[in-house]
């Protein structure tokens, strides 16, 4: 079964698919957007690093993100724990969209 958490329509600004809906700790990946189960529900991030916009890459081993450009880490929720970044990774909205029976992503 294939699971939709994030599409969208012609007026939504990202539509983004995910084939699995991740369990709690579980982190998935697709176009430039990290889902993440947490005890809440969901949370959706943008790979984006806050300092210069390299791809951020998550360490399961570490539990963490870490931008291959210049070093800085972030937590599973997206809290700065390593510097050059000063901001957080970037929390995007998620709507259920009944249409779809998933999620949007907006930026
Ligand atoms: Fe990520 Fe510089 S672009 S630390």
Same mark, same amino acid.
């Given at each position: 079964m294939i699971w939709k958490y994030i599409c969208g329509s012609a007026s939504s600004p990202l539509s983004v698919s995910f084939s699995e809906r991740p369990r709690d700790g579980q982190v998935i990946f697709n176009s430039g957007v990290y889902l993440i189960g947490v005890k809440s529900g969901l949370l959706a991030l943008s790979a984006r690093c806050p300092h210069l916009g390299c791809q951020l890459a998550y360490n399961a081993a570490? @539990? @963490?993100? *870490?931008?291959p450009c210049h $070093?800085?880490?972030f937590s599973l929720k997206g809290h700065r724990l390593k $510097?050059?970044?000063k901001k957080e990774m970037t929390v995007l909205e998620l709507r *259920?969209?009944?249409?779809?029976e $998933?999620?949007?992503?907006i930026f």
């Amino acid at each position: 079964m294939i699971w939709k958490y994030i599409c969208g329509s012609a007026s939504s600004p990202l539509s983004v698919s995910f084939s699995e809906r991740p369990r709690d700790g579980q982190v998935i990946f697709n176009s430039g957007v990290y889902l993440i189960g947490v005890k809440s529900g969901l949370l959706a991030l943008s790979a984006r690093c806050p300092h210069l916009g390299c791809q951020l890459a998550y360490n399961a081993a570490d @539990r @963490r993100f *870490q931008c291959p450009c210049h $070093g800085s880490q972030f937590s599973l929720k997206g809290h700065r724990l390593k $510097g050059p970044a000063k901001k957080e990774m970037t929390v995007l909205e998620l709507r *259920q969209d009944h249409e779809c029976e $998933g999620y949007k992503v907006i930026f």
